[in-house]
């Protein structure tokens, strides 16, 4: 945003707020999408600037409450009927994320097809499968990070086998090591995005307190 | 409960509002923010003001208001909104159409009233 009265307080809530409500227009109109952003950062900016001095956060807080919610704002432009936030927006979701692409990662990566129980190949993948469902549906997640959350998970699964093929099938340490190594890998992604969604939930999940007009 | 939580409130506004924008700028052009302290001050025609973008936009898209950046005496310049003549004809639509309308409805409210 433009940075005039704008101190660090004011940048990091009202790119949280900007965020947040760009998930909740994720399904709009890129046009649109772009122009209800671009409004509400010129009116925060506008209200920032008003104030003559840096503002402290209460004052930004309750810049941002009087903007409204974001999922009000997003309804306003999707043109739908006041609703709850969907139960999949809730913080369980990129916990389900990051869990099942542990989980996954571990039971295809690690457990040994030929060794190990039958039922870990198709459950580590259906776990996977089901990480880039909801990476892909839960909206919590911008486009962008939808896609490239997608794009990476793919390369580190890629290289996760890479590495498992570099360490061969007959030493069992090595593999065991190879494929803890590859596990590793395919949290850190996860965890990546999960962080970022954990973070900005509770923006999308809760409204902010707002001082009465009445 | 807020005026704006209420069910029957966010109805109406929600064919109403987007007029009173329009009829706010049949006289001169506003910028974002003092059409939505306009708007929101009573807390009856608009909730948040961030509500104003998407329906400013939808405006904006069907010609009936037409956006120019304006220089600023008190900072960097902000983007006005002016009324088209496609919009003043929409509000010109509207005004006759609501004006009927709350005849109509007061006329029933009011008989229901008198006449239990």
């Known amino acids: 945003m433009t940075a005039r009265h704008d101190g660090p307080p004011a940048d990091r809530a009202t790119t949280a707020y900007l965020r947040a409500l760009e998930v909740q227009l994720a399904s709009a109109d890129a046009d649109l999408r772009a122009e209800v952003l671009a409004g509400i950062r010129e009116h925060v900016a506008d209200r920032l600037d008003e104030l003559g001095h840096p503002p402290t956060s209460q004052e930004v807080s309750t810049i941002l409450a009087e903007v409204g919610p974001p999922l009000e704002v997003a309804e306003a432009a999707l043109g739908r009927a006041s609703r709850r936030p969907r139960a999949s927006a809730g913080r369980w979701v990129p916990l389900v994320y990051v869990v099942s692409s542990a989980l996954g990662a571990a039971l295809v990566l690690v457990v040994d097809t030929e060794t190990g129980p039958p039922w870990t190949w198709p459950s580590g993948w259906a776990l996977l499968v089901g990480a880039v469902v909801t990476l892909c549906v839960a ?54 995005f999960a962080r970022r969604a954990w973070r900005r939930i509770p923006a999308t999940m809760h409204r902010p307190p707002r001082a009465s007009r009445c | 409960m807020e005026p704006g939580d209420d069910p029957v409130l966010s109805s109406l506004r929600r064919g109403a509002v987007e007029y009173c924008v329009l009829a706010l700028l049949r006289e001169r052009e506003w910028y974002g923010l003092d059409i939505a302290r306009r708007l929101s ?44 003549a496609s919009g003043r004809e929409a509000l010109d639509r509207f005004t006759t159409t609501w004006q009927a309308f709350r005849s109509a409805v007061d006329d029933v409210l009011c008989t229901q009233t008198e006449e239990p």
Do not use: C
Request: proline share 5%; aromatic share 8%; hydrophobic share 45%.
């Open chain 1, 139 to 192: 909206p919590v997640w911008t486009s962008t990070e939808k896609i490239v959350g997608v794009l990476a998970g793919l390369g580190v699964t890629a290289t996760g086998f890479m590495i498992l093929a570099g360490a061969g099938t007959g030493a069992g340490g090595a593999r065991s090591l190879a494929g803890l190594l590859a596990v590793l890998a395919a949290l850190v992604v996860p965890a990546w």
């Open chain 2, 41 to 84: 001050q009573d807390g009856i025609l608009m909730n948040g003001e961030g509500t104003l973008y998407p329906l400013l936009s939808r405006l904006r898209r069907a010609g009936h208001v037409a956006t120019a950046w304006q220089e600023s005496t008190s900072g960097p310049p902000r983007r006005y909104y002016q009324l088209t």
